[in-house]
Structure formats: structure tokens, C-alpha cells
């Protein structure tokens, strides 16, 4: 399983994928909304740094499953995916990324 593939695991079998993309989101437009009206940022921009978030997300999600898993590159999907419903880690996940707070204090 490769990180695309993950991303679509997670996506398709929970909401953590898209509680923590609309917590980025909404934290990039608080950030937009106090910048200078010429400096602020567009739609298409805020979208792309979401997207580099949550790539940077899954990253760190597959190096810590890879590790879990044993994986190499011909681990097959099926061994990956009793792991994560083993352990419960989309429950896991989910739970985590809820309770996660984004932004600067």
C-alpha cells in the first residue's frame, strides 16, 4: 500500500481525512481574514496549502504504519489493511484528529 492508496483507505472507511482537512481550512481563513485586504489569500491558495497539510498528514500516518505494519513495498494491501482494523487505528484517528487543534496560540 502506498500513500495514495492509504489516503483512499482512510478516506472511504472514516471522517478523520475530512475533519482534519476542514480544521486546516478553517484555521487558513481565520489566518487570511487578518491579512492585509492586498495580501490576503485566494480560494484556489488556501486550497492548496490544505492539501500540502494533509499530504504531510498522511506522510507521518504511513511512516508510523509502515513501522507497525513491517512493511516493504511487496507487503500486500490485505496484510495493511488487517493492521489498521486489528488495531483499531481508524478509530484511533479519527478520535485524534478530532480532539486535534490547529493554528498558533
Known amino acids: 500500500m502506498n500513500k495514495s492508496e492509504l489516503l483512499e483507505y482512510i478516506d472511504n472507511n472514516s471522517t478523520a ?3 482534519f482537512k476542514d ?3 478553517a484555521e487558513q481563513e481565520a489566518k487570511n481574514k487578518k491579512r492585509q485586504p ?3 489569500w485566494n480560494e484556489a ?3 492548496r496549502v490544505v492539501n ?3 499530504d504531510d498528514f498522511i506522510s ?3 511512516d508510523k504504519l509502515y513501522k507497525g505494519v513491517k512493511a516493504n513495498r511487496n ?3 490485505n496484510k495493511w489493511i488487517e493492521f489498521i482494523e486489528t488495531n483499531e487505528i481508524l478509530d484511533s484517528l479519527e478520535e485524534s484528529v478530532s480532539m486535534m487543534e490547529i493554528g498558533e496560540d
Open 17 to 19: 481525512i475530512t475533519i
Open 23 to 25: 480544521k486546516v481550512r
Open 38 to 40: 492586498a495580501k490576503r
Open 45 to 47: 491558495k488556501i486550497e
Open 52 to 54: 500540502k497539510y494533509t
Open 60 to 62: 507521518n500516518v504511513y
Open 75 to 77: 507487503t500486500p494491501r
